[in-house]
């Protein structure tokens, strides 16, 4: 089985932002180091048997540290998927040296964070967007409903870039959302050769959450984009926040119960695999 979506985080780093000074309540509960031998013992216990680790700091730095962190996993984390400023002159370049690091998967924009929703149209990015291609990296779009329409203006411009959507497109599921973001979630998997994450639902859902809160947006997912396009992910160690590895795990398996036993092959191992080109055979 593949975790294709976790973060690793030392705070010490001071680059993150978003966790590590105290200042947001919200995520206390995770504000403390996540290292490879904390993922180790939980791979261990869940039958994963390699992971994507996935950028959560906006720095080439922690791009670099992310990678001698895949290396120093003993095979356990097979790719990485980093950040590099993709409106800088040197972008392409940056780039280019980074992935000189056969470990390094992609690349991931925090496209969640910028105001504005139609960032990633701007021309500026288009020599990093063909440097991207170009280097058969893939491109996570780590997005809210809100840039999705974007989202979708962006893939059908470039159809070659390898795509992810990551966590559903965060759907506020505690709020219970479910126009547009089903509407434009359809149109990415109609019309795009994009691929999804079944991650970080939890998060996004209420406390004391239950699997049938969830189940209408994992079943719309599958509909979308078919069992050979969905990826599972924990989206540890933010999922902590909602519940366990083990429960999200679980509770990911329910959804593709009702599958053949190929089917939830490929969510929770092939696909993954296939999409971010890891050095390993389907099972």
């Known amino acids: 089985m593949i975790d294709a979506h976790h973060h690793l985080w030392k705070l010490s780093r001071n ?37 994507i680790a996935v950028q959560a700091a906006p720095t080439v730095d922690e791009t670099r540290w992310l990678l001698d962190q895949a290396h120093a996993s003993g095979g356990l984390i097979k790719g990485v998927v980093g950040w590099i400023d993709m409106t800088a002159a040197n972008a392409s370049d940056v780039l280019h040296d980074l992935a000189r690091d056969p470990l390094l ?52 411009r470039h159809p070659d870039l390898r795509a992810i959507v990551d966590h559903g497109g965060k759907p506020d599921i505690a709020g219970g959302m479910w126009q547009p973001w089903a509407d434009d979630m359809r149109r990415i998997a109609r019309n795009t050769s994009a691929y999804c994450k079944l991650s970080g639902l939890v998060t996004e859902a209420r406390a004391g959450w239950k699997t049938s809160d969830l ?50 092959m490929a969510v929770m191992n092939d696909n993954a695999i296939r999409f971010y080109r890891l050095p390993m055979r389907p099972a």
């Open 15 to 51: 680059d993150y932002g978003w966790i590590g000074d105290g200042s947001n309540p919200a995520v206390a509960p995770i504000e403390r180091d996540y290292l490879v031998d904390d993922f180790r013992a939980l791979a261990a216990g869940n039958g994963v048997t390699g992971s």
């Open 105 to 156: 998967r992609g690349v991931r924009p925090m496209l969640q964070e910028i105001a504005d929703v139609e960032w990633v149209l701007q021309p500026k990015l288009a020599p990093a967007l063909r440097a991207v291609t170009d280097l058969d990296l893939s491109f996570d779009l780590l997005v809210r409903p809100p840039h999705l329409k974007a989202a979708h203006t962006l893939l059908v």
């Open 215 to 264: 189940l209408r947006y994992a079943d719309h997912l599958l509909e979308c984009f078919g069992a050979e396009r969905l990826v599972w992910g924990s989206d540890w160690p933010v999922m902590l926040l909602n519940t366990s590895y083990a429960g999200w795990l679980a509770t990911a398996r329910q959804f593709v119960a009702p599958y053949s036993a190929a089917d939830q």
